[in-house]
């Protein structure tokens, strides 16, 4: 039994062999178009003069030196780390679902939360908001009543795919979510003392985080079973 089969379970043509290529030079592929960008990705970066390159290069805890500690980040590194769980997982399922006509809208449901997730991966991940909270006024609440319109337009464009896995768990997650933001905006880290605004702030938003990820990849789980399946959604 091949490791990489030329058909799927149930005998359609794997992903690389519709346009008439073996899934051996797809996958060959994928892989020089990655090596080529990263190569090509640090060539720029040790090009452009504006930035030290060991700056974009080194892990920050490093540059900051004697000031890091391993724990420095703890639970926004985790949150990072399940907005791209979310994200990765999501688009490998939405594509394996593309290719079934039937199951097209499901996975356009599993792509917008892909790219959903992975912008806000990208914000948690280099700090968007806070940056441009400092380079233009209001700058973070344009941004996150974006993100907010983004969620609700999520949820409304796809009730009928939610609606069979359950729309309770989203719309919590947003809501945490939106709670962290009001935080945020408030700046109640500013004007109260103590921990619990912390716990507030960054606690309900990483649990919105978890619980995202969690119904995510139980959907992911339950859309691409219904199609091996022949159930819709």
């Not at 005998?11 to 996958?27: P, R």
């Not at 890091?68 to 990072?80: E, K, M, Q, Y």
């Not at 941004?143 to 796809?158: E, K, P, R, T």
């Not at 919590?172 to 004007?191: N, R």
């Amino acid at each position: 039994m091949s490791l990489f089969p030329l058909r799927g379970p149930r005998g359609e043509a794997a992903l690389g062999e519709d346009h008439g290529l073996s899934a051996t030079a797809t996958t060959a592929l994928i892989v020089a178009a990655v090596f080529v960008g990263a190569v090509l990705l640090v060539a720029l970066l040790a090009l452009q003069t504006r930035v030290p390159f060991p700056d974009l290069t080194r892990d920050p805890l490093a540059i900051m030196g004697k000031k890091s500690a391993p724990h420095l980040g703890f639970l926004s590194n985790l949150g990072a780390l399940l907005w791209c769980t979310t994200a990765a997982v999501c688009a490998f399922v939405g594509l394996r679902l593309m290719r079934d006509r039937d199951s097209r809208r499901r996975s356009l449901f599993l792509f917008a939360v892909a790219g959903f997730s992975a912008v806000l991966l990208f914000d948690d991940l280099f700090m968007v908001h806070e940056n441009l909270k400092l380079r233009m006024a209001h700058g973070d609440i344009a941004l996150f009543v974006v993100y907010g319109i983004s969620a609700f337009c999520y949820i409304g464009a796809f009730r009928g795919v939610l609606s069979h896995i359950g729309v309770f768990a989203p719309l919590l997650a947003v809501a945490l979510l939106g709670v962290s933001v009001a935080a945020d905006v408030a700046k109640l880290t500013d004007q109260v003392e103590g921990t619990w605004p912390w716990v507030l702030e960054d606690g309900s938003k990483f649990v919105g985080i978890a619980l995202w990820t969690a119904f995510h990849l139980r959907a992911a789980w339950i859309l691409d079973a219904g199609r091996r399946l022949g159930h819709e959604c």
